[in-house]
């Protein structure tokens, strides 16, 4: 009888953290911990992340000076364990896109995603939508205004599923959970 391994690639999510390199830094150490292999910061002081002993993916914020840089690319598609995900700071097109930038609304249109991983909104949100499955990391800051609690995601990645979690930064504890197998 054959046993098929089955490969996990653990990726940490963090979005708008704002100058808030010590919360940053204790959510890096805590997916890091946890198996994490590279992290992917959704833009608003992304620069936040310089130095981390990890790879880090990064998108900017839609008010970054990161995102008038036609060099820098404000959205991407990756591809993680054959899931294609889409990194950008805001789940739609915003008005300062570059013209060249990938139009969110179209790829999801076109199906050219699996995955959705976005900031901005500073709401922690798991959600599938269409067979597309969004995942919103919140924010790192202290305070916010909107009264969410500092939070960062985990997300395992296999050929068959995805098993997303947002983490509470002070606690710790899941605050959001869901899994999506392949379509």
Same mark, same amino acid.
């Given at each position: ?8 690639? $653990? @990726?940490?999510?963090?979005? =708008?953290?704002?100058?808030?390199? /010590?919360? #940053? &830094?204790?959510? +890096? ?8 292999? $590279? @992290?992917?910061?959704?833009? =608003?002081?992304?620069?936040?992340? /310089?130095? #981390? &002993?990890?790879? +880090? ?20 598609? /990756? ?26 609304? /179209? ?77």
């Amino acid at each position: 009888m054959m046993v098929q391994k089955v490969t996990v690639m $653990k @990726i940490g999510i963090v979005s =708008d953290s704002h100058g808030e390199v /010590e919360n #940053l &830094k204790d959510a +890096v150490d805590w997916l890091v911990d946890g198996g994490a292999e $590279k @992290i992917i910061h959704l833009g =608003d002081d992304y620069d936040d992340a /310089e130095g #981390l &002993k990890i790879e +880090v993916i990064r998108v900017p914020g839609v008010f970054s000076r990161y995102y008038k840089d036609p060099e820098i690319p404000n959205r991407r598609i /990756e591809e993680i364990e054959g899931w294609r995900v889409l990194l950008t700071h805001t789940e739609q097109s915003h008005e300062n896109d570059l013209p060249t930038d990938i139009k969110p609304e /179209e790829v999801i249109e076109r199906r050219e995603v699996e995955l959705v991983l976005c900031g901005h909104t500073h709401i922690p949100k798991i959600e599938e939508k269409g067979g597309i499955l969004y995942i919103n990391p919140g924010h790192l800051k202290k305070k916010d205004k909107k009264g969410y609690p500092p939070s960062f995601a985990s997300v395992e990645f296999t050929r068959e599923k995805v098993d997303a979690k947002i983490i509470d930064l002070k606690s710790k504890e899941i605050i959001l959970e869901r899994e999506m197998l392949k379509p």
